[in-house]
Structure formats: structure tokens, C-alpha cells
């Protein structure tokens, strides 16, 4: 195992990795089109959506797993 040539980023709200490398320095996401990968960025921008009521991709789906199993 060789160290990884190109360095990458995941963003921790949408799982997308990004091989930019100026994604990579700034932790910018092209999909959420937020710098999610910058902790204090990521948490102002998500205190703000949740001022908004939006949920992130993982609460809808834990909500809808929870729900799914009590079908049946
Ligand atoms: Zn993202």
C-alpha cells in the first residue's frame, strides 16, 4: 500500500469525494455548494439550515428506517 498520490475529499454531508485540488485545501463541496469540509463553515451552515427546518439526507433517511420497521 503506497500512499494516495492524489488527496481527496469527502464531504461529511453528502458522502461526495472531490479530487479538486482547490476542494481539497478550501473543503469546498461542488454538490451542497458549501465549504462543508471546514468544521466551522459546515456547522454555522448547518445551524442555519436547521433554523430552516431542513433536515440533512441522513436524518430524512434514519427517520424513514425507524418509521419502515414498524410496517409489517
Ligand atoms: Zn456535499
Known amino acids: 500500500m503506497t ?3 492524489w488527496p481527496s475529499i469527502v464531504c461529511p454531508e453528502c458522502a461526495m469525494e472531490s479530487w479538486h485540488p ?3 485545501e478550501e473543503g469546498y463541496c461542488g454538490r451542497c455548494h458549501w465549504w462543508t469540509g ?3 463553515l459546515y456547522a454555522a451552515w448547518k445551524a442555519d439550515r436547521a433554523e430552516q427546518g431542513i433536515l440533512s439526507a441522513a436524518q430524512v433517511d434514519g427517520r424513514e428506517a425507524r418509521s419502515s420497521g ?3
Open 38 to 40: 471546514d468544521p466551522i
Open 22 to 24: 482547490k476542494d481539497v
Open 3 to 5: 500512499g494516495d498520490p
Open 70 to 72: 414498524a410496517v409489517g
